[in-house]
């Protein structure tokens, strides 16, 4: 029996691309049974657009206003709340679907029964769809041995070292949403629903790029990966703070596993592992001669191989 699916798009003052969107949102081969757009208390027209859009439209669109800002987090907790289908497609605002991408989520949940969600590459655009050359796999360096990981159910080990799961890319299936509902606020909302299913199921990747992921000066999160980025950005964050936010995040993820019992207890030890990495680095010493030690005791003892980005993120421990 063919599954119903819906798409979760939430808006916020996203009238520059929206009906871009919209419209590659109604071109699927395999079109939507819903479109249901969450607007996060726009003021410069979205809401007007998607009412206008949806009078034309071939696929039903429900729209709802929040009376006020929520961000992103809880936009997209209503959003998928609201969801009637059986698989849930998560949906930003200004990129362009390509033709095909329901269709190939659509099979890759029947070729992977055991799948809780799944995740497609994107290529990455300007803002007039120009493609940068890069695509978002690329971009957070997941590999072939990182992609294997996830193949034999080992996703968690993988996103413990850092996010690589795009939001605009994922869909799950909406029986298992009450395990990532309510989404913090403090987390992306990606992120946390990554590591949930992780966790708790399987994601299934799928290879081929399925969206024009767009960039432009408005972006919450980038994804053209360069040196600023990687270097230069970094130096303006309060080190100690974000580590101390991250252990927050982390001990979040870990009671909602424990509450739900969704994790076994070699993933929960990592978890644990993982909170003990940054635990040790939020307890560094102020003064950068004297975190040398520490610092290379972590590397030595695996701690910035098993729960970081690379080992090259011990440079920045040493310099923030």
Known sequence: MTPTISIALCTYNGAAFLVEQLESLTRQERQPDEIVVCDDHSHDGTADIVHRFASQSPVPIRLFINPAN?????????????????????????????????????????????????????????????????????????????????????????????????????????????????????????????????????????????????????????????????WIAPLKINRRAFLAAEIDRFLQLYRRLRQLNLASPEQLAALVGKLEHLLRLRQLPTARLRRIRPIWHELAQGGYDRFARTRLTAIKDCIL
Not at 112 to 131: E, M, N, Y
Not at 180 to 194: K, R, S, T, Y
Request: hydrophobic share 45%.
């Open 70 to 230: 929520l961000g992103t987090a809880r936009n997209f907790n209503r959003a998928i709340s609201l969801c009637r289908g059986e698989i849930i497609a998560l949906c930003d605002q200004d990129d362009c679907w390509l033709p095909t991408k329901l269709s190939r989520i659509e099979s890759e949940f029947a070729r992977t029964p055991a799948a809780v969600g799944v995740f497609s590459d994107g290529i990455v655009v300007d803002r007039t769809l120009k493609p940068l050359k890069q695509r978002l796999w690329h971009v957070f360096a997941l590999t072939p041995e990182k992609l294997a990981a996830f193949r034999r159910r080992a996703g968690s080990e993988v996103l413990l070292k850092h996010h690589m799961i795009t939001g605009a890319t994922m869909a799950f299936l909406s029986a298992y949403r009450s395990w990532v509902l309510p989404i913090p606020p403090n987390w992306h909302h990606d992120a946390w629903i990554g590591l949930v299913f992780a966790f708790g199921g399987e994601w299934a990747p799928i290879e081929e790029p399925l969206i024009l992921y767009r960039q432009h000066a408005a972006n919450q999160i980038g994804g053209v990966l360069n040196a600023r980025t990687r």
